[in-house]
């Protein structure tokens, strides 16, 4: 990989390591992305479409702190070899059945509760890879190198937020089953990365120990970073941490900064898409290129925030969680009106480069708000949070869709002005 710092892990190597989260994240956005339309073509209620990410969601959330476990005791290859394996049959299963049912040949209530059962795999499997990756490659770097070898790992995600809606309304052909299209293409270029991890990386042979940290499950603009192993507070000679118990009062007030303004930030995502189609009333072919081109301004501005303004500002995390609330308040009130593309594509992009703020803000204020020897209990916690939100929020956010279509990004700018309010006053700077 071009820019990769000077590790231990050979550069080829390396870039498999990478492309591993790439395709992951950029396959789970791609079919967030098409599924509204798929939905809409197969004349799914939206509830029912939306609960099929809550499924996959809690499946994420419950087996992901496993397989982390499972990558200490059986190999961190084995584990990254399952994860991809999860993805490629989650992935193939769900585009061949929703291509049976985009050409006619299932009925649209069996196409979906097919679908629902092969998520299964990817929220069940999937969660293997992500700390695999990131304790093989924590393990295989010194001190001075492994904070920039896990930031260019944990950025994948990110590219992959992005990566996936821009290039799913291309994969949307005949030949490879139209709107399902997408799902195959990815399937197939999950075999490509299987095959490269098989091939190309060793077995484990580390040179430290260490543990992966957990990952949410990937989603547009719901990006989830990567902290440095337990295994430096060894390195370190930390005391050993008591344990840190969801109701400690330095941690509180973050973690429910996180639930809150998460599940409303969920819930945005579970909806945008049915907004666009709804709003543009276009054809469904021309609504899945709005519906690329939204998602990808919106996962773009997430990047700016994290990537671009956070380096820069400085700024403690109240006040990046404050600022953050602040304009996705903003963008939330934008996007419940406007009727054009151009304008829809703005309020969310503005919502996200909020969410793009707060979520790190947040982050880094649990983290910063305990001791050292206690990073790797709050990591857990961030991570738990992260994911939790994805469990309900984007079905309740289809449901009241369903009321009114303005009414979800209504209650969740009012959502994050009582928050921005909360926040001043409860945060510790």
């Known amino acids: 990989m071009a820019g990769a710092p000077a590790v231990q892990i050979r550069r080829d190597r390396f870039a498999v390591l990478f492309l591993v989260m790439l395709t992951a994240?950029?396959?789970?956005?791609?079919?967030?992305?098409?599924?509204?339309?798929?939905?809409?073509?197969?004349?799914?209620?939206?509830?029912?479409?939306?609960?099929?990410?809550?499924?996959?969601?809690?499946?994420?959330?419950?087996?992901?702190?496993y397989w982390a476990r499972q990558s200490d005791r059986r190999g961190r290859k084995p584990l990254m070899l399952l994860g991809t394996l999860g993805f490629i049959a989650s992935m193939a299963i769900c585009g061949a059945i929703l291509w049976l049912g985009l050409i006619g040949w299932l009925l649209p209530a069996t196409t979906f509760i097919i679908f629902a059962l092969a998520r299964s795999l990817y929220g069940g499997f999937g969660s293997a890879a992500p700390p695999a990756v990131q304790a093989y490659v924590a393990a295989r770097t010194d001190r001075e190198n492994r904070t920039a070898a896990l930031s260019i790992i944990a950025s994948s995600f990110g590219l992959g937020t992005i990566i996936g809606p821009a290039l799913a309304p291309a994969f949307v052909l005949p030949v490879t089953g139209g709107l399902a299209g997408p799902l195959i293409v990815f399937a197939l270029l999950g075999c490509l990365v299987w095959l490269a991890v098989a091939v190309l990386l060793p077995n484990d042979t580390p040179q430290h120990a260490a543990r992966g940290t957990i990952s949410s499950e990937p989603s547009i603009g719901g990006l989830s970073g990567t902290s440095a192993p337990s295994g430096d507070d060894e390195e370190d000679g930390g005391a050993p941490a008591g344990r840190l118990r969801w109701r400690d009062r330095r941690t509180l007030p973050w973690l429910i900064v996180g639930v809150v303004g998460g599940h409303g930030h969920a819930a945005i995502l579970g909806v945008i898409g049915f907004l666009i189609i709804d709003r543009l009333a276009v054809p469904l072919d021309e609504a899945q290129q709005a519906i690329g081109i939204v998602l990808m301004a919106g996962a773009g501005a997430t990047l700016l925030a994290?990537?671009?303004?956070?380096?820069?500002?400085?700024?403690?995390?109240?006040?990046?969680?404050?600022?953050?609330?602040?304009?996705?308040?903003?963008?939330?009130?934008?996007?419940?009106?406007?009727?054009?593309?151009?304008?829809?594509?703005?309020?969310?992009?503005?919502?996200?480069?909020?969410?793009?703020?707060?979520r790190?803000?947040?982050?880094?204020?649990?983290?910063?708000?305990?001791?050292?020897?206690?990073?790797?209990?709050?990591?857990?916690?961030?991570?738990?949070?992260?994911?939790?939100?994805?469990?309900?929020?984007?079905?309740?956010?289809?449901?009241i869709y369903g009321i009114s279509?303005?009414?979800?990004?209504?209650?969740?700018?009012?959502?994050f002005g009582l928050l921005t309010v909360w926040s001043a006053i409860r945060l510790e700077d």
């Open 405 to 415: 279509m303005p009414l979800p990004f209504l209650v969740c700018a009012a959502l």
């Open 25 to 65: 994240a950029a396959g789970n956005t791609a079919m967030q992305s098409v599924m509204p339309t798929i939905g809409r073509a197969l004349d799914i209620p939206d509830f029912w479409v939306s609960l099929a990410y809550t499924w996959s969601a809690l499946l994420w959330v419950l087996l992901a702190p």
């Open 360 to 399: 790190p803000g947040f982050t880094s204020g649990a983290s910063l708000a305990v001791s050292r020897a206690e990073q790797g209990q709050v990591a857990g916690m961030v991570a738990s949070v992260n994911g939790m939100a994805f469990i309900a929020a984007p079905a309740v956010g289809v449901l």
């Open 306 to 358: 994290q990537w671009g303004l956070i380096p820069q500002m400085k700024v403690p995390p109240k006040r990046l969680v404050i600022w953050g609330f602040v304009l996705g308040a903003a963008g939330c009130m934008l996007t419940a009106f406007v009727t054009t593309l151009h304008a829809m594509t703005l309020g969310f992009a503005i919502t996200s480069l909020g969410m793009g703020l707060f």
